[in-house]
């Protein structure tokens, strides 16, 4: 196994798949492709040619993730099989901002495999970004308030965004009881099927395996701020300003700035870094220590991902 280290800590590793295909030269270099993301908290495998979501389930077996399905899900996507999805449905002509997927979750995945099935004509890059040198270069001040608070995500589910039945995966309000309980996420029901929850989270958490101290959260991303501002209004207006269908605060409820926002924003676009993608491609991003993002695209582009290793996350629950 070769592999190369691109600029940003990116390593990319060049498969050769004999005659037993992509899964079985997975299982051969399970233990090195795992130790390389430890290291350096993604890894692209390049050459191992997967044409299909269950061949990409395969492949993800072969290196030991275990499989996780999603919840609490903030856009619509597809599922090819048992935990196994299509990308995020987001406009090919916007971006996506950087986060961690599931960061507002008590149990989160711990490890994501994005495998590309169809390579866009122009962009779509999943582009990485090292929570831990955004940490760095964050203010002092701004991240002491959320490592002391942690952060609190307000949703509120209606006819527009994703349909509470999709977040949770059931159509039984008392399965979704159960999960909030379990969860630590307040939660009420309201006319007319709609639910409103609200979850505190850290903001700043020790990776599990490290012991480093990494930003972890979707702050900035899942804030009012990030939407588009006529329909952020529009959508205020219909709904009043506690109807949107995801906001964030600090931890005991505080607003956040607009500044703010733009300043974890450019943290996040500072450290970004990332490589075209290329059909047959596997990605694997540690989703603790590495936040991703998607940029805008032209033409077809189809990317299956997994969640994989959960972990759970405490501190910062709501009584």
Same mark, same amino acid.
């Given at each position: 196994m070769t *592999?190369?280290?691109?600029?940003?800590?990116?390593?990319?590793?060049?498969?050769?798949?004999?005659?037993?295909?992509?899964?079985r030269w997975a299982a051969e270099q399970r233990e090195q492709v795992r130790a390389l993301l430890v290291e350096h908290g993604v890894v692209l495998v390049r050459g191992l040619g997967v044409r299909s979501a269950a061949q990409v389930a395969e492949v993800a077996a072969a290196l030991g993730v275990e499989r996780m399905t999603e919840r609490e899900r903030f856009a619509p996507r597809s599922s090819y099989a048992e935990a196994v999805y299509s990308s995020t449905e987001w406009p090919a002509?916007?971006?996506?901002?950087?986060?961690?997927?599931? *960061?507002?979750?008590?149990?989160?995945? $711990?490890?994501?495999?994005?495998?590309?099935? =169809?390579?866009?004509?122009?962009?779509?890059? =999943? $582009?990485?970004?090292? *929570? #831990?040198?955004?940490? #760095?270069?964050?203010p002092a001040e701004l991240v002491d308030r959320f490592a002391r608070e942690g952060w609190l995500l307000t949703r509120m589910y209606h006819e527009v965004g994703v349909a509470w039945s999709e977040a949770f995966g059931t159509k039984d309000p008392a399965e979704v009881d159960a999960y909030c309980a379990a969860a630590a996420l307040q939660h009420e029901w309201l006319p007319g099927d709609q639910l409103r929850t609200r979850q505190r989270r850290a903001a700043v958490i020790r990776?599990?395996?490290t012991g480093a101290p990494v930003w972890f959260n979707q702050v900035a991303f899942l804030n009012e701020r990030t939407m588009d501002p006529a329909i952020r209004d529009y959508l205020v207006d219909v709904y009043g300003p506690d109807g949107l269908p995801f906001n964030t605060a600090y931890g005991e409820g505080g607003a956040i700035s607009d500044e703010t926002v733009q300043t974890i924003n450019e943290a996040y676009l500072k450290a970004a870094f990332g490589q075209p993608w290329q059909n047959g491609d /596997?990605?694997? /991003?540690?989703?603790?220590r590495m936040a991703h993002s998607r940029d805008p695209y032209e033409g077809k582009r189809e990317i299956v991902v997994?969640?994989?290793?959960? /972990?759970?996350? =405490?501190?910062?629950?709501?009584?």
């Open positions: *592999s190369t280290t691109m600029p940003g800590n990116l390593r990319i590793v060049a498969a050769t798949p004999g005659p037993g295909g992509a899964a002509d916007e971006p996506m901002c950087m986060h961690h997927e599931v *960061s507002h979750a008590a149990e989160v995945p $711990s490890t994501l495999v994005f495998g590309c099935l =169809t390579a866009p004509a122009v962009g779509g890059n =999943t $582009s990485v970004a090292d *929570s #831990q040198d955004v940490l #760095q270069s964050l990776h599990p395996h /596997v990605l694997l /991003v540690d989703n603790l997994i969640h994989g290793d959960p /972990v759970r996350i =405490t501190g910062h629950v709501l009584p």
